[in-house]
């Protein structure tokens, strides 16, 4: 073997983890062999979704001083790694009010480890830590970069692949490794539904448009700003379109923190907000335990797991675990701790500690805020709404340590390695993983994984100056109007129904990864050819490639590929929460997974290179 081939596709942060682990492994390990790396990004190396390019109102959902690309005891980046906070400071950016420029000077202020910098300055410090990367792979490993897309992967009889480019280009790699990150859905019938009513009757309406997705954000611009705009979603990603249609049209915000005013430019559109529960998402709590910090779990453990799985081994003969019966009544209890510990200041004795009736009722009302409630009108779910939306505000200004409800939601953030253990390879029961995956995992993203508090002052102050609105409760639906050309959130809350008009429609949902439903190329081709299959439990896909616990991908025919790995999100099914970046000073299963498909990458080229050697030798 005179030059190995190894070809990564794509070179957002996953791809980048396999880069950083390349360095680590031949730093250990050095080998003779000359390695050629084929990097197929059409953009910056590093950054993925998170482009350089985009408007610095886009805010990182989680500090900056817990991200970071670099694993502990990095040969790259030291013992500690280099945070996103880190480099902010090392390169020269400070704070002005709510924005960041990098002056490389002592003006403005210092940023603190409690900032969420915005997105584009993450995609800036990806690039960087992929160019220093870069500089630390030894002399005989050569890097390309193809800035294209990859269409297909052609298995040959010698274990390695045809790589094909969407130019036409082809080439040989010895080892294949799928780090696509987000997909784009195919159509569905719904919005084709929509696309084809917004062009069909849109010489009712000048105005009507309808957006299956809000990215790239720019497409937002378009919206004229005396359109009424629906948007569908209130997650992370209504964040964004909300903040492109009232910041981002030099819309502004001030006053104090606890009290946020908005003045607005007059570009803005009017924005009405719904989703299949319309339940807030809840703001992330002030940082109370630092950098590395986490609650310890006394209930739910990896060991509690290990121990539900040996007990359904022996009752049934498999491993699989109810997650309605038997994970979340371990979860429930787990979070009732954290409650207390936070509500009395020390922490209960776990041997003793059972829930009281008002801890069980308080921890239900978390995960389930709608059980119980009755709404008489449409008005009194918007109350309803609002006074959610300022309780949690409250509690998040308390902190995660202070406040009960933050420090029993950061349970679910802080106890997802034992989650993991419960949930990835299909560890739940068929009927229980879809419940997990369609309502828990939901409701997860919705109290532990919010927005930045200032997003949700921010959207008290817009619903204050009249910008937005709530359009949707419990139940509510979409119907076209072809006569008007317009879009209607229709809701049945009282005895009359509620009627919202809008103009656009604009879909604010990232799309679960599938190759059933994914619309690259690569993703259709690869199916076709059978080298990859959905991973399914029983008749359940709950999404993802198929792998096995070596992250190599299964082909139609049940075998794993010995040369083609995937990791991060195109395996999120298989595996569970697989868009985090690592956090500073732990091992994050980030890295661990890159880590485990480059030991088996170079240490296949090492043995092989081994038995050439053997070879001629003997003769």
Known sequence: METARITIIGMGPRGLSILERMVEHLHAHPMSLDIKVDIVEPGECGQGSHSAHQPDHLLTNTVASQVSIFAQDSVVAGRDGISLTQWARLVGYRKFGNRYFQVKNSSGDEISDHDHLPRDMLGEYLTWAFDLVVRFLPKNVRIEHHRRRATDLIALESGGFTVCLDNGFQYHADQVVIA??????????????????????????????????????????????????????????????????????????????????????????????????????????????????????????????????????????????????????????????????????????????????????????????????????????????????????????????????????????????????????????????????????????????????????????????????????????????????????????????????????????LDPYSPQTDASALTKNLVGRGIVRPHVNGTYHPGGLDINHDMQVIGGSGKPHKNLWALGFPVEGPHFYTHALPRPLMNARFTQDAHRCVAQMLGKLAQALKNDEMYLEGT
């Open 180 to 509: 696509t990150g987000h997909g784009t859905r195919t159509p569905t019938p719904s919005d084709l539904a929509f696309d084809t009513f917004a062009r069909s009757a849109g010489r009712m309406n000048s105005r009507l448009s309808f957006h299956s997705s809000p990215y790239p954000i720019h497409g937002l611009d378009t919206i004229p700003a005396a359109a009424t705009v629906a948007v569908q979603g209130l997650g992370l990603t209504a964040y964004d379109v909300i903040s492109a249609l009232t910041i981002g049209r030099g819309g502004h915000f001030f006053g104090e923190k606890a009290k946020l005013l908005y003045r607005p430019s007059g570009r803005e559109p009017k924005i009405l907000l719904f989703s299949r529960n319309c339940l807030p998402f809840a703001a992330r709590g002030t940082n109370q335990k630092g950098i590395a910090g986490r609650h310890r779990a006394r209930f739910f453990t990896v060991d509690a797991v290990k121990a539900l799985q040996a007990r359904a081994l022996a009752r049934s003969g498999n491993l699989q675990l109810d997650f309605v019966e038997e994970v979340l009544p371990l979860i429930e209890k787990e979070m009732a701790y954290a409650y207390r510990a936070a509500q009395t200041g020390s922490d209960p004795e776990a041997a003793t500690f059972h829930p009281t009736a008002a801890e069980r009722l308080a921890i239900s009302k978390l995960l389930n805020p709608l059980e119980g409630e009755e709404f008489s009108s449409f008005e009194s779910f918007r109350r309803f709404f609002r006074a959610l939306v300022e309780t949690d505000l409250a509690e998040a200004n308390k902190g995660n340590l202070t406040s009960p409800v933050k420090a029993a939601t950061d349970v679910l953030r802080d106890t997802r390695e034992a989650l993991r253990t419960a949930v990835e390879f299909a560890g739940l029961t068929p009927a229980s993983h879809r419940v997990y995956v369609e309502d828990f995992v939901a409701t997860t993203n919705r109290i532990s994984f919010g927005p930045p508090r200032r997003r949700n002052a921010e959207l008290l102050a817009l619903m204050d100056a009249g910008v937005l609105d709530i359009a949707g409760g419990p139940g509510n639906q979409v119907v076209t109007d072809a006569g008007s050309g317009h879009f209607w959130i229709v809701n049945q809350l009282g005895d009359e129904p509620v009627r919202h008009v809008a103009d656009v429609l604009v879909i604010a949902r």
